[in-house]
T-cell receptor, first 111, second 113 residues
Framework: GENVEQHPSTLSVQEGDSAVIKCTYS??????FPWYKQELGKRPQLIID?????GEKKDQRIAVTLNKTAKHFSLHITETQPEDSAVYFC??????????FGAGTRLTVKP | DSGVTQTPKHLITATGQRVTLRCSPR?????VYWYQQSLDQGLQFLIQ???????AKGNILERFSAQQFPDLHSELNLSSLELGDSALYFC????????????FGPGTRLTVL
């Protein structure tokens, strides 16, 4: 089955700097890669996603890139703000109809 | 609003007991997914139902079972509870049309004492 690895596990940046979180997956048949943001005690919220027929997608300050050959995808947050502080999860949807999540990255944005 | 309702919000019970968690997706969404999130852990996929039928199974224990009813609400049954079953249990609805997006409910926090 699919295996998703996520790095780093923790990330601390200064407000205004950029943050990058990287994930790798194992199943070349995976074709959908969402990113979720989870604030403490709350539900994971879908913030951006990308499909395997696209290399990059942007939504304001966040962007996701996908390298199918290398089987990795990344989340980029620019001009970080304190409210970006949360745990971020990447995921990959494999051909067995289930979603495999990375272990999460705890992002702290220092004001 | 994610379009998913979960009840109860909190549940405290004892080892060996059985509990039922309920999830109600937005009308028209056929897919329901269940996840377990233990303290400081990631999200573990348990099981998916689509239009009343089991579609995919993840790391779900034999002591756990689920079903989806004709009105598309779903229940997750946890039996012979152990201390390690204490976790947040999320239900997510899948959008129709096969686009794979999942939107999570607020979760049920289960504490087993």
């Amino acid at each position: 089955g699919e295996n998703v690895e996520q790095h780093p596990s923790t990330l601390s940046v200064q407000e205004g700097d950029s943050a990058v979180i990287k994930c790798t997956y194992s199943d070349s048949a995976s074709n959908y890669f969402p990113w979720y943001k989870q604030e403490l005690g709350k539900r994971p919220q879908l913030i951006i996603d990308i499909r395997s027929n696209v290399g990059e997608k942007k939504d304001q300050r966040i962007a996701v890139t996908l390298n199918k050959t290398a089987k990795h995808f990344s989340l980029h947050i620019t001009e970080t703000q304190p409210e970006d502080s949360a745990v971020y999860f990447c995921a990959a949807w494999d051909n067995n109809n289930d979603m495999r999540f990375g272990a999460g990255t705890r992002l702290t944005v220092k004001p | 609003d994610s379009g998913v309702t979960q009840t109860p919000k909190h549940l405290i019970t004892a080892t060996g007991q059985r509990v039922t968690l309920r999830c109600s997706p937005r009308s028209g969404d056929l897919s329901v997914y269940w996840y377990q999130q233990s303290l400081d852990q990631g999200l573990q996929f348990l099981i998916q139902y689509y239009n009343g039928e089991e579609r995919a199974k993840g790391n779900i224990l034999e002591r756990f079972s689920a079903q989806q009813f004709p009105d598309l609400h779903s229940e997750l049954n946890l039996s012979s509870l152990e201390l390690g079953d204490s976790a947040l249990y999320f239900c997510a609805r899948g959008t129709s049309g096969g686009y794979n997006e999942q939107f999570f409910g607020p979760g049920t926090r289960l504490t087993v004492l």
